[in-house]
T-cell receptor, first 116, second 111 residues
């Protein structure tokens, strides 16, 4: 079974440019998460989707970040315009809610963003 | 202040040696605690999960303990291997979708 797929794996852009990340969750997983991870830190939740609905976007900087999960499957996270401080790894995770596995999250490999 | 504190921040050990990583938390209410292993350039992978009533859980050479009274957990790695070099992240859940991540311990195993 394929795991969580993310692309691109690496992205280098200049500040003020837009950038987009794509995530395909594990088949059948209804919950999808986007995290930001700075070097030497744990992941920080940006947004959580239940199917196609964003149920927790309280930590998403909405002035420059946006996300969508059309049809409740794959998702795109966008930054426009990017700032130097956005350099980080962006992780996508998925889980199957409503089971007895305590909502175990399965993570993708992440996209490493460098803003110059 | 982070509600999940891990120590040490980094650790270097020789191959074959044992080590213990610590996780202290103040998260409340408590649902479960997971230890994740994150290899460089990869996403975290779950090693163990413990609920309130569980004191210990093993996964091969990894053994996690939980003291819910003192709100402490540890991850013990036995007979370390080079492939154990990674970051180990403690995650405490207050509910189904309320997860608090520690900053992780960076373990380096040297030959």
């Amino acid at each position: 079974e394929a795991g969580v797929v993310q692309s691109p794996r690496y992205k280098i852009i200049e500040k003020k440019q837009p950038v987009a990340f794509w995530c395909n969750p594990i088949s059948g997983h209804n919950t999808l998460y986007w995290y930001l991870q700075n070097l030497g830190q744990g992941p920080e939740l940006l947004i959580r989707y239940e199917n196609e609905e964003a149920v927790d976007d309280s930590q998403l900087p909405k002035d420059r970040f946006s996300a969508e999960r059309l049809k409740g499957v794959d998702s795109t996270l966008k930054i426009q315009p990017a700032e130097l401080g956005d350099s980080a790894v962006y992780l996508c995770a998925s889980s199957l809610s409503g089971t007895t596995n305590y909502n175990e999250q399965f993570f993708g490999p992440g996209t490493r963003l460098t803003v110059l | 202040k982070n509600q999940v504190e891990q120590s040490p921040q980094s650790l270097i050990i020789l191959e074959g040696k044992n080590c213990t990583l610590q996780c202290n938390y103040t998260v409340s209410p408590f649902s479960n605690l997971r230890w994740y292993k994150q290899d460089t350039g990869r996403g975290p992978v779950s090693l163990t999960i413990m609920t309130f009533s569980e004191n210990t859980k093993s996964n091969g050479r990894y053994t996690a303990t939980l003291d819910a009274d003192t709100k402490q957990s540890s991850l013990h790695i036995t007979a370390s291997q080079l492939s154990d070099s990674a970051s180990y992240i403690c995650v405490v859940s207050a509910g189904p979708n309320d997860m608090r991540f520690g900053a992780g311990t960076r373990l380096t195993v040297k030959p």
